[in-house]
């Protein structure tokens, strides 16, 4: 148990499809983060999140829509993918975005295939 | 956008070996962290380095913040097949001046096997 809890673990879905992956933690941390994980690149950032606030969109395209209702979960909707979209989508946690020397606590991520 | 490069890419040894891997950036971090990730598991941290020509020991792995705080390496002695995994290092970098937020740039892995 990491403190971070993502589902669903596995998911595909058709290009045409609607889904929404979901992030929990309960570690009391402020702000919570979207990475997209592929194959021999590094984690991306996606969204950050401070206090249920977005502070940070890194250009990702409108077809991943985040929610944060409150400072322990977060999601990601998905709409109208693409293949390449297919990657490992990780969610992070941390006490806040000033504080780094503890890291990120990241969850096991949610294995996203776009067929 | 802040790069890291790490090397090797991928690195294949036999249990009890010792290894290095090392992690490049042209850019100067306020810090470094050391995350491994396992298969179907996000990444956990290992350590953060802060200070110039710092090091830290961790049981069996060694890392060091390079001196202009721009590169690490991690060194792992006596490899056992429990050390197998991705290991990423992160730099930490100001991205906003309003409340000093800070943001990881993560290299994109040195994907260790150790084989018994």
């Known amino acids: 148990e990491t403190g971070v809890t993502q589902t669903p673990r596995h998911l595909v879905m058709g290009m045409t499809n609607k889904k929404s992956l979901k992030c929990e933690q309960h570690?009391?941390?402020?702000?919570m983060y979207w990475y997209k994980q592929s194959a021999k690149k590094p984690l991306e950032l996606m969204f950050v999140y401070s206090l249920e606030e977005r502070v940070e969109n890194n250009s990702v395209p409108s077809r991943f829509s985040p929610e944060c209702p409150n400072s322990s979960h977060l999601f990601l909707h998905l709409h109208t993918l693409q293949p390449e979209d297919s990657a490992l989508y990780l969610c992070?946690?941390?006490?806040?975005?000033?504080?780094?020397?503890?890291?990120?606590?990241f969850g096991s991520g949610t294995r996203l295939t776009v067929v | 956008t802040q790069l890291l490069e790490q090397s090797p890419q991928f690195l294949s040894i036999q249990e009890g070996e010792n290894l290095t891997v090392y992690c490049n950036s042209s850019s100067v971090f306020s810090s470094l962290q050391w995350y491994r990730q396992e298969p179907g598991e996000g990444p956990v941290l290992l350590v953060t380095v802060v200070t110039g020509g710092e090091v830290k020991k961790l049981k069996r792995l060694t890392f060091q913040f390079g001196d202009a705080r721009k590169d690490s390496s991690l060194h792992i002695t006596a490899a056992q097949p429990g050390d197998t995994g991705l290991y990423l290092c992160a730099g930490v970098v100001v991205y906003r001046t309003v409340g000093s937020a800070r943001q990881l740039t993560f290299g994109s892995g040195t994907q260790l096997t150790v084989l018994p």
């Open positions: 992070a946690s941390s006490q806040d975005i000033t504080v780094h020397l503890r890291g990120y606590t």
């Open positions: 570690l009391g941390h402020n702000a």
